[in-house]
């Protein structure tokens, strides 16, 4: 069986630090590239960053450069986000997602709530 399960998730005054993390089970992680999806309410998903397989590439979405780093560890079988310097416009519920170039197959997990508020 698929999952990913994300945490780390909460509460944090504006300029503070979270860090998320994805454990991932039932597929085989090292192939799948992983990436963070936020959603705040009333808005789409979008895509907050990425990784490759190997961890070689990253991509950010531009609110978010200089600010969040994504990581891996495939021994592991985790995708972590380290956000630093956050913003009330960060509040969302953050997802992780699992992919594979020309594969038709993604994986969701089911999203854990980031809060910025003073």
């Known amino acids: 069986q698929v999952r990913l399960v994300e945490s780390g998730g909460g509460l944090v005054q504006p300029g503070g630090s979270l860090r998320l993390s994805c454990a991932a089970s039932?597929?085989?992680?090292?192939?799948?590239?992983m990436s963070w999806y936020r959603q705040a309410p009333g808005k789409e998903r979008d895509l907050v960053a990425s990784?490759?397989?190997?961890?070689?590439?990253?991509n950010y979405a531009e609110s978010v450069k200089g600010r969040f780093t994504i990581s891996r560890d495939n021994a592991k079988k985790t995708v972590s986000l380290q956000m630093n310097s956050l913003k009330p416009e960060d509040t969302a519920v953050y997802y992780c997602?699992?992919?594979?170039?020309?594969?038709?197959?993604?994986?969701w997990g089911q999203g854990t709530q980031v809060t910025v508020s003073s």
């Open positions: 997602k699992g992919s594979r170039d020309y594969s038709p197959t993604v994986y």
């Open positions: 039932g597929f085989t992680f090292s192939s799948y590239a």
């Open positions: 990784i490759t397989s190997a961890g070689i590439r990253k």
